[in-house]
């Protein structure tokens, strides 16, 4: 039996919890309304899961969530996770969206063409939809074709999808001509 520890931890948008075996991080929860609720889904996936002081290697991911949620670019690519028992599919889909950097975004469909089938897509939305490990497995940088969101299944759904792009500064269809315009026009001065 696999031994699954977790920690509840503060970031910017409230208590997350975080799950690891000896083989790397299991589950990522992004908090769901309070700690107890946040604590409560996080036992919800992960049953039998004891709560421990996190490990050097753990506290290591836990910072790079909290840089990455007060909207630094952290490259968590270096956090070994535990996908061992999650099915070959999706932990190639998890390898592709791991690569995506903050602040870029692919579609389901430029995943599936990168396994080799355009036609997997619906397959990748999926296999995202299943990800135990938001964040680190940055399943929010993938949107639907054409700039649409798609859908996320952490709590939150959508909503919390569009604030974790928006922290990133995302532009999901490239920038525009009016991402650097001020709030408010300048007056014009008389001559």
């Not at 208590?15 to 700690?35: K, L, M, N, P, Y």
């Not at 870029?104 to 355009?118: F, H, M, Q, S």
């Amino acid at each position: 039996m696999i031994t699954r520890n977790f920690s509840i931890f503060d970031t910017a948008l409230g208590a997350c919890g975080i799950v690891w075996t000896a083989r790397g991080i299991a589950g990522v929860q992004i908090h769901d309304g309070s700690e107890r609720a946040t604590r409560a889904g996080l036992l919800r996936r992960f049953p039998g899961a004891r709560e421990a002081a996190p490990p050097v290697d753990v506290q290591h991911a836990i910072d790079g969530i909290g840089a990455l949620l007060r909207g630094e670019r952290p490259d968590l690519n270096d956090v070994a996770i535990d996908t061992e028992h999650l099915p070959a599919f999706n932990r190639k889909v998890y390898d592709i969206t791991r690569a995506i950097p903050p602040g870029a975004t692919l579609t389901y469909g430029e995943i599936a063409e990168r396994l080799g089938d355009k036609l997997l897509a619906r397959d990748v939305g999926q296999a995202l939809g299943q990800n135990p490990i938001p964040l680190i497995v940055p399943c929010h940088r993938v949107l639907a074709s054409g700039g649409k969101s798609g859908g996320f299944s952490a709590s939150g759904g959508v909503v919390t999808k569009l604030r974790l792009l928006t922290i990133e500064d995302a532009q999901p269809n490239g920038p525009t001509l009016f991402d650097h315009l001020p709030l408010a026009a300048k007056r014009r001065q008389r001559s």
